[in-house]
C-alpha cells in the first residue's frame, strides 16, 4: 500500500462531494488555458478521481497519474466510452516519474502541487519530462497573487494546514526556482483561493 493510497484512499468515496462541483470552474479554465491540441500527449499528475478526463479534447493523447489506486480506480469509472482508447492511467509517484526526458508536449497538475511532500522535486520531474517548447500548467492554491488574499484565505489555509496542505507556495519563487517562464496567471473558482499558472519550457 502507498501513502497515496493510504491518505487519499480512505477519501475516494467522499472526493467528489468536497471537491468536485466547487473547484470544477478552475479545472475547466485550466484546460482552456493549456489548449491541448492534435497528436499532443499529456500528462495529467494526480488524476485522482478524473474529474476532468472527459473535457480533453478527442485529439490528444492523455497519461494520467496518481499514487492511489481507489482514486484511479474511481477515475477509470468516470471516463466516457468513447473518450478511454485515449487515457492511459499508471500508478506512479510525481516525485520519480518513470518517463525518458522531453515525452510530453505538456504536463497539467491539477490540485496536486502543494500536496506533495517536496513540491520542487516534483516541479524538476515536470520539467524533465516535458518537451522545449512545451507548457506546464499547475493549479492550486498559490500565494504572492493579489486577488487570492482575500479575506477567506487565512481561515483556508489554517484548514488546509491541518489535511498537510502546503499553502504557502510563492507562484513567483517556485516558477523561477524551476527555470520555467511564465505565461499566464488567473485566480479561479469562488472564492478566488486557487490559481491557474501556466509556463513554458523554454
Ligand atoms: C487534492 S487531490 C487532486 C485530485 C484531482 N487532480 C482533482 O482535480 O481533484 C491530489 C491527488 O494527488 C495524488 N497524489 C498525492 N501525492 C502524489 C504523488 N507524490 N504522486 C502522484 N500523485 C500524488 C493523490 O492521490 C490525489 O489523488
Redesign the pocket.
Known amino acids: 500500500m502507498t501513502?497515496?493510497?493510504i491518505?487519499?484512499?480512505p477519501?475516494t468515496p467522499i472526493?467528489?462531494v468536497v471537491?468536485?462541483a466547487m473547484?470544477q470552474p478552475?479545472?475547466r479554465r485550466a484546460l482552456a488555458h493549456l489548449q491541448p491540441a492534435a497528436g499532443e500527449r499529456i500528462l495529467?499528475?494526480?488524476?485522482?478521481?478524473?474529474?476532468?478526463l472527459n473535457d480533453y479534447p478527442g485529439c490528444c493523447q492523455v497519461v494520467a497519474?496518481?499514487?492511489?489506486r481507489a482514486?484511479?480506480a474511481r477515475a477509470r469509472q468516470r471516463v466516457d466510452a468513447d473518450q478511454a482508447p485515449r487515457v492511459e492511467f499508471l500508478?506512479?509517484?510525481?516525485?520519480r516519474l518513470g518517463f525518458q526526458d522531453a515525452v510530453f508536449d505538456a504536463v497539467y497538475?491539477?490540485?496536486?502541487i502543494n500536496?506533495?511532500?517536496d513540491p520542487i522535486a516534483?516541479g524538476r520531474e515536470l520539467v524533465r519530462v516535458c518537451r522545449r517548447g512545451g507548457r506546464i500548467l499547475m493549479?492550486?492554491h498559490f500565494d504572492g497573487i493579489p486577488e487570492t488574499s482575500n479575506a477567506v484565505n487565512a481561515i483556508a489555509g489554517r484548514v488546509a494546514g491541518a489535511f498537510k496542505?502546503n499553502w504557502h507556495l510563492h507562484a513567483a519563487t517556485f516558477v523561477r526556482e524551476l527555470g520555467l517562464r511564465p505565461v499566464a496567471i488567473e485566480s479561479v473558482n469562488v472564492p478566488r483561493l486557487s490559481s491557474i499558472v501556466l509556463c513554458g519550457k523554454d
Open positions: 501513502t497515496g493510497d491518505i487519499y484512499g477519501l472526493y467528489d471537491c468536485g473547484l478552475g479545472r495529467e499528475v494526480g488524476v485522482g478521481t478524473g474529474l476532468d497519474i496518481d499514487l492511489s482514486m484511479m500508478q506512479m509517484d510525481a516525485m497538475v491539477p490540485y496536486t500536496v506533495v511532500p516534483v493549479l492550486n496542505v
